[in-house]
């Protein structure tokens, strides 16, 4: 039956198939959190939180509202440095093996190599082009190859450049939803990060939007370590390789995302992925 | 637009491919098997059934997990359902392949009259060839030809029933026949149970290609 033959000799074959988890053993741990309390004022919202981010990988947090994703997310690039209230009870975060709270480490740098992306895209008023060189103006940059040569990179690697390369002297504020949202991760790479935090980068666009911004994380992961906060258990499913799943403050359980919505450990993970919660 | 897990599905449609086309190489070698009574060919018959069987846990397993993390819906979904049937049926097939090989190395260790044979190649030809057609109407998205299936089954039953008829006659002839005609009863009934997950195969197709019951479409055909 030649007809099934030429079908299947195109195809990879079946011993090769890579469910995903053979490369997620491999990879090493680029953020290594330990025994992480985290206190707003009094009231504590992150308890004991311990959890491996493999490199080169997509975790996704994933729990109800207020369990303490965005928390956790913003300590990774010591956002949350920029509320008054806000202080660490103990433990420890390092990236790269380096201990982010120490004093000697520069913030700056840190959130250079540790990139973030927002809920609510947030480009400046100014034009696509210098809305994408943003951070490299900062660094004191200003030759003009040098910044050409990042927008075009950066705006190919957020999928954006064939939409806007023809009018990248406009107001990054004229664009889509979806393309602003894409333009600040164009932005967030232009410093060349290791490590991109997304919180809810979807949340605010559409369906066909939202698909880009996913595509878009699926070939960044080749190149970036990548956590993204998701009220969205589908988008979790689909876009991560780990998911962590939070309540009130605690890590109940953290796997391979396959492992996660296909059997969980735990029964509380199992009834707020399956709907099934309070 | 085409997403990038839309691959895994392409990955499950050509895993049962595959399968389909494992399941009827055993058949047609188990015919031959029989035919040119080769014990070499049986016993590879027989290994060759695990390889089948594990193809159909990894389509069973794909299918959990694209279930389980991409939300499919109306033709995806079908897609899954009926790779999970339709790898349920090759896994019987490759069965009823291995049963045969099993039953001709018993048949070959004690000889058999050679008129209890005489239907089982146009059995084999007439199973086989649905077989391929149910696999091919898949391959090429053909609901005609998924279509033209149903029915086919009906003249193997009917070589079967004669089948017996004759077996039951050659053993009333010579006791020293019982052995080996009842393993050709068996044989008989495998290929018809063959064809029958040929049919099922068409069936499921349908259903994937056109969101309709095939035994409803074709009921009174
Ligand atoms: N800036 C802040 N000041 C005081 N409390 C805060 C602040 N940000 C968050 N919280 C509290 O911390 C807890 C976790 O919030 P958050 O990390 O935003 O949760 P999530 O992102 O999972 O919805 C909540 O109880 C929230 O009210
Ligand atoms: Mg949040």
Same mark, same amino acid.
Not at chain 1, 122 to 142: A, C, D, H, M, W
Not at chain 1, 228 to 255: C, P, W
């Given at each position: 039956?030649?007809?099934? %033959?030429?079908?299947?000799?195109?195809?990879?074959?079946?011993?090769?198939?890579?469910?995903?988890?053979?490369?997620?053993?491999?990879?090493?741990?680029?953020?290594?959190?330990?025994?992480?309390?985290?206190?707003?004022?009094?009231?504590?919202?992150?308890?004991?939180?311990?959890?491996?981010?493999?490199?080169?990988?997509?975790?996704?947090?994933?729990?109800?509202?207020?369990?303490?994703?965005?928390?956790?997310?913003?300590?990774?690039?010591?956002?949350?440095?920029?509320?008054?209230?806000?202080?660490?009870?103990?433990?420890?975060?390092?990236?790269?093996?380096?201990?982010?709270?120490?004093?000697?480490?520069?913030?700056?740098?840190?959130?250079?190599?540790?990139?973030?992306?927002?809920?609510?895209?947030?480009?400046?008023?100014?034009?696509?082009?210098?809305?994408?060189?943003?951070?490299?103006?900062?660094?004191?940059?200003?030759?003009?190859?040098?910044?050409?040569?990042?927008?075009?990179?950066?705006?190919?690697?957020?999928?954006?450049?064939?939409?806007?390369?023809?009018?990248?002297?406009?107001?990054?504020?004229?664009?889509?939803?979806?393309?602003?949202?894409?333009?600040?991760?164009?932005?967030?790479?232009?410093?060349?990060?290791?490590?991109?935090?997304?919180?809810?980068?979807?949340?605010?666009?559409?369906?066909?939007? %939202?698909? #880009?911004?996913?595509?878009?994380?699926?070939?960044?992961?080749?190149?970036?370590?990548?956590?993204?906060?998701?009220?969205?258990?589908?988008?979790?499913?689909?876009?991560?390789?780990?998911?962590?799943?939070?309540?009130?403050? #605690?890590?109940?359980?953290?796997?391979?995302?396959?492992?996660?919505?296909?059997?969980?450990?735990?029964?509380?993970?199992?009834?707020?992925?399956?709907?099934?919660?309070? | 637009?085409?997403?990038?897990?839309?691959?895994?599905?392409?990955?499950?449609?050509?895993?049962?491919?595959?399968?389909?086309?494992?399941?009827?190489?055993?058949?047609?070698?188990?015919?031959?098997?029989?035919?040119?009574?080769?014990?070499?060919?049986?016993?590879?018959?027989?290994?060759?059934?695990?390889?089948?069987?594990?193809?159909?846990?990894?389509?069973?397993?794909?299918?959990?997990?694209?279930?389980?993390?991409?939300?499919?819906?109306?033709?995806?979904?079908?897609?899954? =359902?009926?790779?999970?049937?339709?790898?349920?049926?090759?896994?019987?097939?490759?069965?009823?392949?291995?049963?045969?090989?099993?039953?001709?190395?018993?048949?070959?260790?004690?000889?058999?009259?050679?008129?209890?044979?005489?239907?089982?190649?146009?059995?084999?030809?007439?199973?086989?060839?649905?077989?391929?057609?149910?696999?091919?109407?898949?391959?090429?998205?053909?609901?005609?030809?998924?279509?033209?299936?149903?029915?086919?089954?009906?003249?193997?039953?009917?070589?079967?029933?004669?089948? =017996?008829?004759?077996?039951?006659?050659?053993?009333?002839?010579?006791?020293?026949?019982?052995?080996?005609?009842?393993?050709?009863?068996?044989?008989?009934?495998?290929?018809?149970?063959?064809?029958?997950?040929?049919?099922?195969?068409?069936?499921?197709?349908?259903?994937?290609?056109?969101?309709?019951?095939?035994?409803?479409?074709?009921?009174?055909?």
């Amino acid at each position: 039956m030649s007809l099934v %033959t030429d079908k299947i000799i195109s195809k990879p074959k079946i011993e090769t198939r890579d469910l995903g988890l053979e490369m997620t053993e491999n990879n090493r741990s680029l953020i290594e959190i330990s025994n992480f309390d985290f206190f707003y004022g009094e009231k504590q919202a992150l308890f004991d939180v311990s959890m491996d981010i493999k490199e080169r990988e997509v975790t996704a947090f994933i729990g109800p509202s207020g369990c303490g994703k965005s928390t956790l997310l913003r300590c990774i690039n010591r956002m949350n440095d920029l509320i008054e209230v806000a202080r660490i009870g103990s433990g420890k975060i390092t990236v790269n093996g380096v201990d982010i709270y120490d004093d000697r480490v520069d913030t700056i740098e840190l959130r250079k190599r540790v990139g973030m992306v927002f809920q609510k895209s947030n480009p400046f008023p100014k034009s696509i082009y210098e809305n994408v060189v943003y951070g490299l103006r900062i660094q004191g940059i200003t030759r003009k190859s040098k910044l050409d040569e990042a927008v075009e990179r950066c705006l190919k690697g957020a999928a954006l450049w064939e939409e806007v390369k023809d009018r990248l002297d406009t107001s990054g504020l004229s664009l889509s939803g979806g393309q602003q949202q894409r333009l600040c991760i164009a932005r967030a790479l232009a410093v060349e990060p290791d490590i991109l935090l997304m919180d809810e980068p979807c949340s605010a666009l559409d369906p066909v939007a %939202t698909a #880009k911004v996913e595509e878009l994380i699926h070939t960044l992961k080749d190149r970036y370590t990548i956590v993204i906060v998701t009220h969205n258990m589908q988008q979790a499913a689909r876009v991560s390789d780990r998911t962590a799943f939070f309540y009130l403050g #605690k890590l109940i359980e953290m796997n391979a995302t396959d492992q996660i919505f296909m059997s969980p450990d735990k029964e509380q993970t199992e009834a707020y992925i399956s709907g099934r919660f309070g | 637009m085409k997403r990038y897990f839309h691959e895994e599905l392409e990955e499950i449609r050509s895993h049962l491919m595959l399968m389909g086309e494992k399941a009827v190489e055993s058949v047609k070698l188990a015919m031959q098997a029989l035919l040119e009574s080769d014990i070499e060919l049986a016993n590879q018959v027989m290994e060759s059934d695990d390889v089948i069987d594990d193809i159909e846990k990894q389509i069973d397993d794909e299918v959990v997990r694209y279930v389980s993390l991409r939300a499919p819906v109306a033709r995806d979904l079908r897609l899954l =359902f009926v790779a999970i049937k339709a790898s349920h049926d090759l896994e019987r097939v490759g069965d009823e392949a291995s049963n045969i090989a099993g039953r001709t190395k018993k048949i070959l260790a004690q000889g058999l009259p050679i008129d209890a044979v005489a239907r089982v190649p146009r059995m084999c030809e007439l199973a086989i060839n649905m077989l391929e057609d149910s696999l091919r109407s898949f391959i090429q998205e053909e609901e005609s030809l998924a279509y033209s299936i149903v029915g086919r089954d009906r003249e193997v039953d009917t070589l079967n029933r004669e089948n =017996f008829k004759e077996l039951v006659e050659l053993m009333k002839s010579d006791s020293a026949n019982v052995s080996a005609c009842t393993e050709m009863v068996f044989i008989s009934k495998s290929f018809e149970r063959i064809a029958d997950h040929a049919k099922n195969i068409a069936e499921e197709v349908f259903y994937l290609l056109t969101a309709q019951s095939l035994k409803e479409v074709t009921r009174g055909k």
